[in-house]
């Protein structure tokens, strides 16, 4: 059943990434694409980050539809927590702090782990991004470079 769960999402990002690579966008504008969707999905935006696609879409004519939102199948809600966790690890890294801050009020502990998510997620986001924009880009040539 797992296995079963695993193929249907490899599938479908397969196919979402099939979609962009056939696209008459230039290998460089669906990479970059995909990198902004991982960029934004990465963040802990509570689902608002898709609705910035579609604002992203009208505004850019260059932006790949396919290749923005084959990053929602990457960083599904399954993968989230564990980018979350990672996080907060990184934002204590870069910090120098510890994971779960214990501060003297609660407010002065949400605000501690607040800080250090936002700063591990926009490591982590960056990271992500750089990583799944040069993927992108290979696969994306290397498709073209078949046909």
């Keep these: ?14 196919r979402e990434l ?5 696209e008459e966008h230039t290998p460089h504008q669906v990479a970059s694409s995909f990198a902004i969707g991982i960029f934004v999905t990465a ?3 509570g689902g608002l980050g898709v609705g910035l696609f579609f604002v992203f879409v009208s505004i850019w004519s260059w932006i790949s539809k396919p290749a923005i939102f084959a ?23 870069v910090l120098g702090t510890d994971p779960i801050p214990l501060e003297e009020t609660a407010a002065e502990s949400a605000w501690a782990v ?18 799944g924009y040069t ?11 078949r046909r």
């Design 43 to 45: 963040l802990p935006t």
């Design 18 to 22: 099939t979609d962009a690579f056939r």
């Design 71 to 93: 990053s929602v199948a990457v960083l599904n809600p399954f993968v989230k927590p564990a980018v979350y966790v990672a996080s907060l690890q990184t934002g204590a890294t």
């Design 1 to 14: 059943m797992l296995w079963e769960r695993f193929a249907r999402y490899r599938d479908r990002v397969r």
């Design 114 to 131: 607040a800080r250090q998510l936002v700063i591990g997620n926009l490591v982590i986001a960056v990271g992500l991004s750089v990583v």
């Design 135 to 145: 993927i992108v880009l290979h696969l994306t040539r290397a498709h073209r470079s």
